[in-house]
């Protein structure tokens, strides 16, 4: 046995990692997740009742997932038995089940856990529920992305989904405070690294008391400043899947700070989303539409800015374009705001398709023939430009379809003096039977 610990370059006497050593050993000793397991939390209910449901735990990495699930077994008195959705095919599922059915004969309850098990494809998602359905398994499925969109509807609709929390400082802190004691000595880092630290884990418990004991291992005579733990330590690209959720979620952040009117918000989001690698000209697009969409005519220069915005980027490239992004960013987020356009086009869309074919009325057709004219088109048509006042007044919808109002401006910015033009045409419309 000797032999095969030199042979991989370890000794039989040295510890195991520090994150493994510091693994809880009872829910109470789990941090951050007091909504779940507290006394008064759902999984904190079940372990206390000895009686466990089907759960999908979804949370971000190094949240506690894989603690949860094997405490949560031994606190309930339940067989641990755990599976890799990377790591495991068919034959291991058919095997973890006979071995989850022969322990229920004999009076045993089995905790099956999955982890990563989005990553079941939808074939093997459906193996589960016979087996969950049956009680043979009580299911505790682990995974990083949101399970509407990556696990069945039949298997969610069996389980409760359980959603971890990102660690917060608090707790960050609290795991370091608890890696000084296992170590016996303090962290070498004055008080604003320590900060730093905590702020590199970006709420990965597991991922700071990795970055902890490399700084143990070091044994630094003094405590590092910032910029030595920075040399130290790469800080890694926060957590960001262009294919995934936080992709819709962070670009979703970024529109409603426009809308809401917060620069300071929508420049924090357009830097979260560029640090995580977001293709800016994706970005530039949801700014185009931002303008024309939550903007529209309160402030029409913005739909042209926002079109420049993207047309720099397209010509400069990074990081100098992402200026641009920035500047049409603030722009549109201190613009005065009005979806009356949005609103009236949609309106307009939905007449259109409720009304069918109705033609224009016959004084705006177009006359190219003389069989057109003797048939009355264009007959009686006003040519605005020859009124006193540049407008005739005339109807210009179907006949048969009463008049709409469909663009209704709020009075924001430009607008105002729109809707003041707008007004005083409906008052002349009006006195000329319009």
Known sequence: MADLFEAAGLTPAQPAPLADRLRPQSLDEVVGQDHLLGAEGPIGRMAAARRLSSMILWGPPGTGKTTIARLLAKAAGYEFQQLSAVFSGVADLKKAFEQARTRRLAGQATLLFVDEIHRFN????DGFLPFVEEGIVTLVGATTENPSF??????LSRCQVYVLKRLDDAALDGLLAKAEVQE???????ADARQALVNMADGDGRYLLTLAETLFNIASAKPLTIAELGQILQKRSPAYDKDREEHYNLISALHKSIRGSDPDAALYWLARMLAGGEDPLFIARRLVRAAAEDIGAADPMSLVLANAAKETYDFLGSPEGEIALAQVVVHLAAAPKSNAVYKAFGAAMKAAKDTGSLMPPAHIRNAPTRLM???????????????????????YFPDGMPRRRFYEPRGEGAEAR????????????RERGG
């Not at 990556?150 to 298997?155: K, R, V």
């Not at 016996?184 to 004055?190: A, I, K, S």
């Not at 729109?418 to 419309?429: F, G, I, M, N, S």
């Open 184 to 190: 016996d000595r303090p962290l070498p880092l004055e």
């Open 150 to 155: 990556e696990l069945n509807g039949a298997l």
């Open 122 to 125: 939808r074939a093997q998602q």
């Open 418 to 429: 729109v809707k003041e033009r707008l007004d005083r045409w409906a008052a002349l419309r």
């Open 373 to 395: 004219k003797d048939l009355g088109y264009g007959k009686g048509y006003a040519y605005d430009h020859d009124t006193a006042e540049g407008f005739s007044g005339q109807n």
